[in-house]
């Protein structure tokens, strides 16, 4: 069995993600990113960071074999797994009765694409006042799973995820940075995002050829001017204007922009046109919409 615990609940070690990898006939695949930890003290600090107590509502993306699932149900959080892949999915209840049967009533799991999923198909979670997202994300589709998660649930507030480390950057980059891009400021749209830790190749099997890194972040408050909600101007146009200042970096803005900024808008958003996308902070980027939106009313 796993490392036991005071509530009697188990954590898996590497013996028993390969003892349960071997039962269902289940191989690691490069298709859906998978790098299944073995290593309780790294799941354990994974919810350490992101302060996850009893009766918060979770949600995980990818449980895999169920490392994380464990350390999440072990603090006596409700839990709502998401997992693409249908053997991963069926065999997880089994895994949870074996390891923490008393932690069975907090825990579902959905056979789904994170990418498609709806707050329709998760209840548990589009009712809660709030909820967290806690997740080994798979490196191919890491940012698109958060844009499109916070996007879909206003009730998002806020997430720790382990990414590749160079994802991790990206998202937490400030304008300016190398790594600074569209990830970066399409994140800063709903709240602020920092990486809050390195974690090793050797707590994963199979063992990845890059390292990981936690990104920790939350959502804007509901009375924060940032707020999307209290913004005055939507995200589309915003979203737009920040992939024309990125398709093609050492553009200018004027350049980049021509054919959707109208004359008169970067002098009116205080902007100075010469200056290229990656020096624009989101707060810069909402402020060229607006003035672009006001000179078309």
């Known amino acids: 069995m796993g490392t036991?615990?005071?509530?009697?609940?188990?954590?898996?070690g590497a013996a028993d993600i390969r003892r349960i990898a071997a039962e269902e006939g289940i191989t690691p695949t490069k298709k859906f990113g998978q790098n299944f930890v073995i290593d309780p003290g790294t799941v354990r600090k994974i919810v350490r960071e992101a302060g996850v107590d009893a009766g918060d509502q979770v949600m995980e993306v990818g449980p895999g074999l169920g490392s994380l699932t464990l350390a999440i149900l072990e603090t006596g959080a409700d839990l709502t797994a998401v997992e693409i892949d249908p053997p991963l999915a069926q065999r997880l209840p089994?895994?949870?009765?074996?390891?923490?049967?008393?932690?069975?009533?907090?825990?579902?799991?959905?056979?789904?694409?994170?990418?498609?999923?709806?707050?329709?198909?998760?209840?548990?979670l589009a009712d809660a006042a709030t909820f967290t997202l806690v997740a080994n994300l798979p490196y191919n589709v890491a940012t698109p799973i958060l844009l499109t998660l916070l996007e879909r649930f206003g009730n998002l507030d806020s997430f720790l995820v382990m990414v590749q480390k160079e994802v991790a950057e990206r998202l937490s980059a400030q304008p300016g940075s190398k790594v600074y891009g569209t990830p970066s400021v399409k994140l800063a749209w709903y709240g602020t995002a920092k990486s809050v830790g390195n974690i090793g190749r050797n707590v994963f099997w199979p063992a990845p050829n890059v390292d990981s890194a936690l990104v920790r972040f939350e959502r804007h408050a509901a009375d924060d001017?940032?707020?999307?909600?209290?913004?005055s101007v939507g995200r589309d146009l915003v979203f737009r204007l920040i992939d024309a200042s990125f398709a093609q970096r050492r553009k200018t803005l004027h350049a980049a922009l021509r054919k959707i900024v109208p004359s008169g808008a970067f002098e009116r958003a205080g902007?100075?046109?010469?200056?290229?996308?990656?020096?624009?902070?989101?707060?810069?980027?909402?402020?060229l919409a607006t003035a672009c939106k006001e000179l078309e009313a």
């Open 225 to 231: 001017p940032r707020n999307p909600n209290n913004r």
């Open 271 to 287: 902007i100075d046109p010469t200056r290229r996308g990656e020096t624009l902070d989101i707060d810069e980027f909402v402020a």
């Open 4 to 12: 036991a615990q005071a509530d009697g609940g188990n954590l898996l």
């Open 94 to 124: 089994q895994t949870i009765a074996e390891f923490m049967p008393n932690a069975t009533n907090r825990f579902r799991v959905v056979n789904m694409d994170a990418l498609k999923v709806t707050p329709s198909q998760l209840p548990q």
